[in-house]
């Protein structure tokens, strides 16, 4: 028995020695499809792990992603007065899967990856104090709409060997990707409605009477996740 451990812990240090472990750092843009068309873009920055344990052209995929959506800011009218929302979006990811180089190390190769895991929208509004007086006055400054879900990718490109030196290899990235996901919840200041995706956003403001009543904010839109990525960056050997 002893002996079978030791045989199964050298053959796992063995492994480990033998393999590739690579980091990377990409930077990406999202364009929505289909049902996201003209309502979803970000940029952001993935970071991502490939270990090829068991094979030389077959590895694990982690990545973890941070996207920005938008930065604005929109005056609306309250009552006789006026006041500004401040907004910021986000979409956040982490997946996991494989990714296969067939000619992993070369100067050139190609490479496909898939994955899947989980995706998070979330928008942050601030409504600043309204201007004038006797006007409206929000019962919530600060909101945050989050929705969760799942969701799969599936990425072509190409790789291109900048190093070749022992355990410092390095290679720019550069790759074409599709995300599809469930359903999601996320926030626009814009105010089109264009489809039954999406409706008003409002909040509740209290008069100065004492009413409470709804101010529209923005445009609350309710999609499946459809968005084509294009992404540039770098991978590097870590152990």
């Known amino acids: ?17 033998t393999a590739q472990h690579f980091g990377g750092v990409k930077l990406q843009y999202l364009a ?25 052209n077959l590895g694990l995929l982690i990545s973890a992603e941070r996207n920005f959506s ?16 401040d907004y910021s979006s986000t979409l956040n990811q982490l997946m996991v899967g494989g990714v296969y180089v067939p000619f992993n190390g070369r100067a050139v190769s190609p490479y496909v990856s898939v994955k899947g895991g989980v995706m998070f929208y979330s928008t942050s509004l601030h409504i600043n104090d309204p201007w004038g007086q006797d006007v409206c006055q929000p019962e919530q400054s600060n909101i945050v709409k989050l929705s969760a879900g799942a969701a799969g990718n599936a990425e072509a490109g ?18 074409v990707g599709y995300t599809l996901g469930t359903r999601a919840k996320y926030v626009r200041l814009d105010d089109s409605v264009t489809d039954e995706s999406a409706s008003a956003y409002t909040s509740k403001f209290r008069a100065p009477d004492g009413s409470t009543h709804e101010h529209r904010i923005g445009t609350l839109y309710r999609t499946s ?3 084509l990525i294009y992404s540039l960056g770098l991978t590097f050997r870590v152990l």
């Open 158 to 175: 190409l790789k291109l060997r900048l190093t070749n030196k022992a355990r410092k290899e390095m290679f720019l990235q550069a790759g």
């Open 1 to 17: 028995m002893k002996k079978i451990i030791m045989a199964a812990c050298l053959t796992g240090i063995t492994t480990f020695a």
């Open 225 to 227: 996740t459809s968005q």
């Open 70 to 85: 938008g930065f604005d800011s929109k005056r609306i009218n309250v009552g006789s007065g006026s006041t500004n929302v």
């Open 32 to 56: 929505g499809m289909g049902v996201q068309e003209n309502k979803f873009e970000a940029v952001g920055i993935s970071l991502h792990y490939e270990g090829f344990q068991f094979h030389p």
